[in-house]
Nanobody, 113 residues
């Protein structure tokens, strides 16, 4: 059974940084592309960033140059480094493995002064 567990969310001031982690189990981690999504109150869930098995990355325009997605196959963990955070980045952030239809429980990120 695939399990994805996000961590690292919290409250941060505008301009600050956070690093999210997604720990995976029940799957051969290195075989799958993975992604981060987010959902703000009253809005649809949206794609933030993806990373392929080989480490190629893709970002939503709204986070390009500020967020960095990465993965450590040995630790079975994916990361999202978020810098220069803005209030509009406030959302619940979810880890996803699309081919397995797997989602984590989400971690709240709040950017506010």
């Amino acid at each position: 059974q695939v399990q994805l567990v996000e961590s690292g969310g919290g409250l941060v001031q505008p301009g600050g940084s956070l690093r999210l982690s997604c720990a995976a189990s029940g799957m051969i981690f290195s075989l799958y592309a993975m992604g981060w999504y987010r959902q703000a109150p009253g809005k649809q869930r949206e794609l933030v960033a993806t990373i392929t098995r080989g480490g190629s990355t893709n970002y939503a325009d709204s986070v390009k140059g500020r967020f960095t997605i990465s993965r450590d196959n040995a630790k079975k963990t994916m990361y999202l480094q978020m810098n220069s955070l803005k209030p509009e980045d406030t959302a619940v952030y979810y880890c996803n493995v699309d081919r397995l239809s797997a989602w984590g429980q989400g971690t709240q990120v709040t950017v506010s002064s």
